[in-house]
């Protein structure tokens, strides 16, 4: 096992209905393809070498942090994390132990919006002393999602007999909207229909440009998903605080899968999207593990 993404295998809830486990892998979440498809970017266009110099930076202290401390480490490459309390402890302090400088900014919802404007106030002090990675813009992120998590996909639900005319459905919460856009164009390559259902967190509202300060990180961070604009979703679930406690409980008893709030809240909007017909397939993610939480 010498790779940080393993391909990773669906779990059928209900009949048709899939949740890809994206947990599974050694970098332990779906970030773990972007952060190798960041780096690997990086790497190709020769703005970061072994001992050049010049550190990677990236806002976030949650799973793309842990997947880029992970992909830095074994590269020999320096990296530094513009982070606040809404990550959770313990993916900053995993991020850290694996050798990542984490700057927790100490501001809280709403003022972490600002992460961004720290990173730049950070690049423009040492412009060449810093290349940023930019999750929110870097379209290797949504390529990550498409070549990786979303051809894997397509290979297994065709594996499964799934012919061109099944109409398929991702329900999936919105971060950088990088895994809704890269998954649904891969799926697109071959099935005729694919519509993208939106996961609505508590105190959000996505239409409106609405976000609250909600329990499910990695799900509408402040600022509309750049790849993947909220006019192409099919339709939004709402999911209540109790919906996702009650189907985190779900998926552990049933299924003996412990995830974080965003992957249960995938599974309680699943829940209330069920297939609609015999040509219907409902698929969605679990991005990462339970005990990365406090
Ligand atoms: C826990 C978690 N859930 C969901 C997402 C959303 O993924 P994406 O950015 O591809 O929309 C993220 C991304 O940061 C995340 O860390």
Redesign the pocket.
């Known amino acids: 096992m010498s790779d940080t993404v393993l391909p990773t295998p669906l779990l059928e809830v209900l009949p048709n209905t899939f949740l890809k486990c994206e947990f599974l892998h050694p970098g332990r979440?779906?970030?773990a393809r972007?952060a190798r498809a960041l780096i690997e970017d990086a790497e190709r266009r020769g703005k970061v070498t072994r001992g050049g110099g010049t550190a990677l930076i990236e806002r976030?202290g949650?799973?793309?942090g842990i997947g880029l401390a992970l992909e830095a480490r074994i590269r020999g490459l320096e990296l530094v994390l513009v982070t606040d309390p809404g990550y959770s402890r313990i993916k900053k302090e995993i991020a850290g132990r694996l050798g990542a400088k984490v700057v927790d900014r100490g501001v809280s919802h709403p003022d972490c919006a600002d992460n961004e404007a720290a990173v730049q106030a950070i690049l423009a002090s040492a412009p060449s002393r810093f290349h940023y990675l930019n999750?929110f813009g870097n379209p290797a992120?949504p390529a990550a999602?498409e070549q990786g998590t979303g051809a894997e996909l397509l290979a297994q639900l065709i594996g499964r007999g799934h012919g061109r005319d099944t109409r398929v459905t991702l329900v999936?919460?919105?971060?950088?909207?990088?895994?809704?856009r890269g998954v649904s164009s891969a799926l697109g390559q071959w099935f005729r229909e694919v519509a993208v259902v939106g996961v609505e967190p508590p105190g959000c509202d996505l239409r409106a440009g609405r976000y609250g300060d909600h329990g499910?990180?990695?799900?509408a961070?402040g600022q509309p998903?750049p790849?993947?604009p909220v006019a192409e979703l099919a339709a939004v679930v709402p999911v209540t605080d109790g919906e996702v406690a009650a189907a985190g409980t779900r998926l552990f008893a049933e299924h003996r899968v412990f995830v974080?709030?965003?992957?249960c809240a995938n599974v309680a909007a699943v829940l209330k999207w069920p297939p609609a017909s015999a040509r219907d397939v409902v698929v969605s993610?679990l991005?990462?593990r339970g005990e990365d939480y406090e």
């Open positions: 979440s779906h970030k972007v976030t949650g799973n793309l999750q992120n999602h999936s919460g919105l971060g950088t909207g990088a895994t809704a499910l990180q990695g799900f961070v998903a790849f993947f974080g709030p965003s992957s993610f991005y990462d």
